[in-house]
């Protein structure tokens, strides 16, 4: 069973930058493939980013490419999430998640088992 714990969201102005942590426990973290979702309010979930186990392979969805980039650190079970030139519709709550590595590399949410509790991402205008 993995336990995944978000860090890093806050309030920042348009342009700004955070960077997202996502700190793994409770399982052999390098066999997993993380990811990033997002939901704001009155929306559905959606898929921001995703990293195979050893940081090689990576998607990205739409909003993300060009200004997020996710990484993983396997000696410090964490995943981060960088985001720069944030944007006021990037306003969400941050999930962090995971699924013990296969044949592809997943972006849909149903396909992760393991989520954090999310962290709340503010940009203002």
């Known amino acids: 069973q993995v336990q995944l714990v978000e860090s890093g969201g806050g309030l920042v102005q348009a342009g700004g930058s955070l960077r997202l942590s996502c700190a793994a426990s409770g399982g052999t973290f390098s066999r997993y493939y993380m990811a990033w979702f997002r939901q704001a309010p009155g929306k559905e979930r959606e898929f921001v980013a995703s990293v195979d186990w050893n940081g090689i392979s990576k998607y990205y969805g739409d909003s993300a490419k060009g200004r997020f980039t996710i990484s993983r650190d396997n000696a410090k079970n964490t995943v981060y999430l960088q985001m720069n030139s944030l944007k006021p519709e990037d306003t969400a709550v941050y999930y962090c998640?995971?699924?013990?590595?296969?044949?592809?590399?997943?972006?849909?949410?149903?396909?992760?088992?393991?989520w954090g509790q999310g962290t709340q991402v503010t940009v203002s205008s």
């Open positions: 998640a995971a699924v013990a590595g296969g044949s592809w590399l997943p972006i849909r949410g149903d396909e992760y088992d393991y």
